[in-house]
């Protein structure tokens, strides 16, 4: 089929509840994929930052190919060979004691409401169902019901009420509005580091610190949602570390998945995570020996090949190389490592439609800003052509 004929049947079949560019990826090596006509691209999204290794890294490929060759799903009925290492190291990483492992970003997000509920509720003694969580004007955590609740864009909530109560938006970067919304029911403030769908919102230095400092005055849990940030997308392992902040509770997936697969996790304490007993939470699928094989793979990738370090290099090149576009019309170059986010005056989108006419893929992020998450891995040959691309098409 051609590339015409595939978006016409997606479009006809599929809920319209995306809108994606007119490029049909069917092959991915690397940061480079290639449409049907054979045309090629550097992939500049990396699927959201799930993809910082690159399309079909070998090792990831080999670990998940001898996995399938052995066993693929047990459920947490039966206990399986590497779901222990998993955690091990996932909670080595994160300086943790404990993880629980879920699928999608969006579960770990609400494993970590949960979380966060009940040690307020049987730990600190809040009143069960007045625990209230703070969150921050333009997040984004996932999308279902519960975490649309925290949402404060009117798309991702009209029509889906009732929504579930017991979130307090404020300002994001504001440490004092967090402050001042905590009161005694607070069980926890819940934040990213840096908000990426929000148009990559670097907060101002100090802000994490702060809110550490905070929660830990004021004795409620500090949730990082670094689904996005994490792995050493913005030069540290996880963005709360060029803080050199601890959250209590780690939300981490996208990368985790090795590009391979959805993998989430919670990482925190044997305090926090000791809230649970058996029945009380769980996931078919979260912890199977497939995921487990690739996000153990995953992580010793990054750690052994310095991701943060791959991450501070390019990302310094990259955002350099934007900075120095002559156009009037870019308002903003910001971001931390390889999460790099350019504002426009205007629309963003005739400039992603250049983009990908030059062989880049990007996506606007709201109107007018566009983001750049290329794999941390891509090797500075192909950086250094894509950004001459970039520097060409948004001149
Ligand atoms: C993508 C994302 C999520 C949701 O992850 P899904 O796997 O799509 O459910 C949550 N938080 C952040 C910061 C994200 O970027």
Known sequence: MTSKEIIALTERYCAHNYKPKEVVISEGEGAVVRDPEGREYYDMLSAYSALNFGHRHPELVAAAKEQLDKVTLTSRAFHSELLGAFAER???????????????????????????????????????????????????????????????????????????????????????????????????????????????????????????????????LMLADEVQTGFGRTGDMFACMHEGVQPDIYILGKALGGGIMPVSAVASTRDILGVFEPGSHGSTFGGNPLACAVGLKAMEIAVRDDYPALAREKGKFLQEAIRSVPNPDIKEVRGRGLLIGVEFRSEAAPYVARLIGSGVLAKETHETTVRFAPPLNMPSEQLEDAAERIRRALA
């Open 90 to 220: 996932l909670a080595a990483l994160t300086g943790m004691q404990a993880v629980l492992p879920m699928n999608t970003g969006a579960e770990a997000v609400e494993t970590a409401i949960k979380t966060a509920r009940r040690y307020a509720a049987f730990v600190r003694g809040v009143p069960e169902g007045k625990q209230n969580i703070v969150c921050c004007r333009g997040n984004f955590h996932g999308r279902t019901v519960t975490v649309v609740s925290m949402s404060t864009d009117p798309t991702a909530r009209a029509g889906y009420g009732p929504f579930t109560p017991g979130f307090r938006a404020v300002e994001y970067g504001d440490a004092r509005a967090i402050e001042e919304a905590i009161d005694q029911n607070t069980a926890a403030v819940l934040l990213e580091p840096i908000q990426g769908e929000a148009g990559v919102i670097v907060p101002p230095e100090g802000y994490l610190s702060a809110v550490r400092e905070i929660c830990s005055r004021k004795g409620v």
